[in-house]
T-cell receptor
């Protein structure tokens, strides 16, 4: 594909509902990252995957957040029992391989609004 | 813990001016530094990536420099245009790891 894609672009949900956000990385990229951008806050890391290794979940803010990556490609970020403070733009990025030398490419994001 | 600071938070300049955006980081043991552009309501567009062994990178009217020892990077934009209006973010890998640590960005407005 041409770049990282994410869906949906916008999601409005009611407090307490579960939501799923999807990310399709650039074809051939083995590393995939999720970040969150809250109003007035900077971008913060949530989780990342590299190949078949166990994901680094150190950035997840609570156990309501989880993510999986199927077949080393598409990833889904799930937020259970959403809260208003979960409202943010969720950004996905991918890079060619693990290691700090590699450039990360970002998708357009999913804007989540929890009412 | 790596921290990234960007100054100024906002900048407004007339079209045609050259300008400099600043980025500083607390842990100088970085492998690279990446500059991004973000338009309102959009994702991030990678502008330049500087490896730790490099002092600068150029792409068109953009030039990014890196001084690891002092924990600083600058993004120079020559002959600014209204289309350059956006938020510019710098980011470095967190200490010994790959997730990026971002500054809060500089919001640039170029006035025609």
């Amino acid at each position: 594909g041409a770049g990282v894609s994410q869906s949906p672009s916008n999601k409005v949900t009611e407090k307490g509902k579960d939501v799923e956000l999807r990310c399709d990385p650039i074809s051939g990229h083995t590393a995939l990252y999720w970040y969150r951008q809250s109003l007035g806050q900077g971008l913060e890391f949530l989780i990342y995957f590299q190949g078949n290794s166990a994901p680094d979940k150190s950035g997840l803010p609570s156990d309501r957040f989880s993510a999986e990556r199927t077949g080393g490609s598409v990833s889904t970020l799930t937020i259970q029992r959403t809260q208003q403070e979960d409202s943010a733009v969720y950004l996905c990025a991918s890079s060619l391989q693990r290691g700090p030398y590699n450039e990360q490419f970002f998708g357009p994001g999913t804007r989540l609004t929890v009412l | 813990k790596q921290e990234v600071t960007q100054i100024p938070a906002a900048l407004s300049v007339p079209e045609g001016e050259n300008l400099v955006l600043n980025c500083s980081f607390t842990d100088s043991a970085i492998y690279n530094l990446q500059w991004f552009r973000q338009d309102p309501g959009k994702g991030l567009t990678s502008l330049l990536l500087i490896q730790s062994s490099q002092r600068e990178q150029t792409s068109g009217r953009l030039n990014a420099s890196l001084d690891k020892s002092s924990g600083r990077s600058t993004l120079y934009i020559a002959a600014s245009q209204p289309g350059d209006s956006a938020t510019y973010l710098c980011a470095v890998p967190s200490s010994g790891n790959t997730p990026l640590v971002f500054g809060k960005g500089t919001r640039l407005s170029v006035i025609a």
